[in-house]
């Protein structure tokens, strides 16, 4: 290792015992005192200032370091500068001179500056850290507009004020097995609501349109709505010009009607007459709208034959004709419903009898009238069923009415209403009871619940 000091500049060196050391060991100085060079694999470190230079021996485990001082002999100027391009000391007479030297870029710094370098340098693998920059954040501030109340209006509306109106209720489905109330009891003594006067004798159906409205058909091609004041709405011929030989309210209120002569079920919409089911060999007779929009039709051969068909739109789903034991379940059928839990009821006028399956069309029960009765034979035409359960078929040749469980139980009659010919039959949302009569030309609505 070699550094350069000013000229003039000389030194004697001592150990540290103060014993002088001659340039012929491993220190060694020119003949004009202005370098020094030495071994630097046999010193630890060097300091160098304008006073003393400082050699420290390798450290030995066990001993002491020694130390060498460099004392000035004599200076005739101060080096306190340093060219970090070209290493080496510069006294402040020199600094000019060498700057004026353009072989270099020469940087000239304090020797001060220098050794704090030397004793203090930077990691090039490890840089220094600096501390994250200081955020300093503002919170949003709220500026209270005036609120006009006009504008809200204008981008947002307004409410109307609370008010109550009472109307009478009107519903458009049909309600046979569609709405379930809660349990009513039988009264003792039912009554007649309403004795409506339609003016047309022969009635032989009857079917609710809604709460205010029945729809009836008669002898004749035509299908009559009335409302309950027993004033005419509107009439529907049928399409044959045939009379119907049944007819059923859809839940979406449509007419459904049967036409034996055509062997044709047939729907209207819009007083618009669609043919939906047409028979080959079979003529339909009884047909109901089940609560999921199938339609059941009885049909009869000329052969004598009698069955149910379930139908969805015009496609044929289920065909019920024979109990297990292969024995025909009816004899000629008649008007058909369906009770809340999807029994089919059918009363077999021939057969004089109400032939009860459940949905897969296995019998259930057969019901012929009461156990003990003084009444003359059992004659059922209309049939349907109620919100509870129940099963009312009218009896034609004993003027009343009889109500069963769903079981096939009898619970009672209604016959005090003079009922003259009870044939149809339909009950409301609210299971009012409507008995078309045949030969009088009145529709009666009976209460016979709680």
Not at 208 to 222: A, H, K, P
Not at 324 to 352: F, T
Not at 403 to 411: M, S, T, V
Not at 415 to 422: R, S, T
């Amino acid at each position: 290792m070699r550094l350069s000091c000013c000229e003039g500049f000389r030194m004697d060196f001592f150990t540290t015992g103060g014993v002088p050391i001659n340039k012929g060991g491993m220190v060694s100085l020119d003949s004009e005192f202005s370098q020094f060079s030495l071994n630097s694999s046999k010193f630890s470190s060097i300091l160098f200032s304008q006073v003393f230079l400082q050699i420290v021996f390798p450290w030995t485990p066990g001993k002491a370091p020694r130390m060498l001082y460099a004392a000035p002999y004599a200076r005739t100027s101060v080096a306190p500068m340093y060219c970090e391009v070209c290493h080496i000391h510069l006294c402040k007479d020199c600094v000019q001179k060498h700057l004026y030297d353009s072989s270099k870029v020469h940087n000239v710094v304090p020797l001060k500056q220098y050794l704090t370098t030397l004793n203090n340098p930077n990691c090039r693998k490890h840089p220094t850290k600096q501390l994250p920059p200081k955020l300093k954040v503002s919170f949003p501030n709220f500026t209270l507009q005036e609120i006009l109340t006009d504008q809200l209006i204008e981008q947002f509306g307004f409410l109307s004020a609370l008010s109550f109106t009472t109307e009478e209720l009107d519903y458009s489905m049909p309600t046979q097995g569609a709405e379930f109330s809660p349990d009513r009891s039988l009264i003792d003594v039912p009554r007649v609501i309403k004795d409506i006067d339609i003016g047309y004798r022969y009635q032989w159906g009857v079917a609710c349109l809604n709460d205010s409205e029945i729809l009836t058909r008669g002898d004749d091609s035509m299908m009559n709505f009335y409302n309950l004041r027993g004033e005419r709405v509107k009439s529907i011929q049928t399409k044959s010009g045939n009379y119907p030989t049944d007819i059923a309210v859809t839940r979406s209120g449509d007419l459904v009607y049967t036409d034996r002569n055509d062997r044709t079920v047939n729907m209207v919409k819009n007083t618009q007459i669609q043919t939906v089911i047409r028979l080959q060999g079979w003529r339909p007779r009884g047909v109901f709208s089940t609560s999921f929009g199938d339609l059941l039709v009885v049909m009869y051969t000329d052969g004598k034959q009698t069955k149910v068909v379930r139908y969805s739109g015009s496609t044929e789903k289920q065909s019920i004709q024979f109990n297990d034991k292969g024995k025909p379940l009816y004899l000629s059928g008649g008007y058909i419903s369906e009770n809340k839990n999807l029994d089919i009821c059918v009363s077999d006028y021939e057969a004089r009898a109400v032939v009860v399956v459940n949905q897969a069309g296995k019998l259930r029960f057969t019901y012929t009238g009461p156990p003990s009765t003084t009444k003359g034979s059992f004659d059922p035409r209309g049939i349907t069923t109620d919100n509870q359960g129940r099963i009312l078929t009218a009896d034609r040749n004993n003027d009343c009415i009889h109500i069963l469980d769903q079981d096939g139980q009898f619970l009672c009659y209604i016959g005090n209403c003079k009922l003259k010919f009870p044939c149809g039959l339909c009950v409301d949302t609210r299971d009012n009871l409507f008995v078309a009569e045949y030969g009088t030309g009145k529709v009666k609505k009976i209460q016979y619940y709680m």
